[in-house]
Nanobody, 127 residues
Framework: QVQLAESGGGLVQAGGSLRLSCAASGRTVSYYAMGWFRQAPGKERESVASISGSGWSTGRTAYADSVKGRFTISRDNAKNTVYLQMNSLKPEDTAIYYC?????????????????WGQGTQVTVSS
């Protein structure tokens, strides 16, 4: 079993930055693809970013169009942690952000492909 714990959320003004962290425990996730998703009130969960695991074009990333150029996903396998650096935040980025882990290393933006999920961290961007 893999447990995921997100942190780093909070309240920030538009144009500001936040860095989310997702700490994995229970198993090393270096060979897992990892993803970030978000869900705003009244909306469906949507993909934000994903990163491949070791052994599959290591470090390959993908982003939703809405966050390209503003968000960066990265991972530190020594710390078993994945990050989401969010810059130039907009009010429409307000959501609960979830971290997810997928057994195989190939990255995907499909929520159904992920096997483990964290509890989420709230990000609120004020205008």
């Amino acid at each position: 079993q893999v447990q995921l714990a997100e942190s780093g959320g909070g309240l920030v003004q538009a144009g500001g930055s936040l860095r989310l962290s997702c700490a994995a425990s229970g198993r090393t996730v270096s060979y897992y693809a990892m993803g970030w998703f978000r869900q705003a009130p009244g909306k469906e969960r949507e993909s934000v970013a994903s990163i491949s695991g070791s052994g599959w074009s290591t470090g390959r990333t993908a982003y939703a169009d809405s966050v390209k150029g503003r968000f960066t996903i990265s991972r530190d396998n020594a710390k078993n942690t994945v990050y989401l650096q969010m810059n130039s935040l907009k009010p429409e980025d307000t959501a609960i952000y979830y971290c997810a882990a997928k057994f195989a290393a190939g990255p995907t933006m499909r929520a159904l492909d992920y096997n483990y999920w964290g509890q989420g961290t709230q990000v609120t961007v004020s205008s």
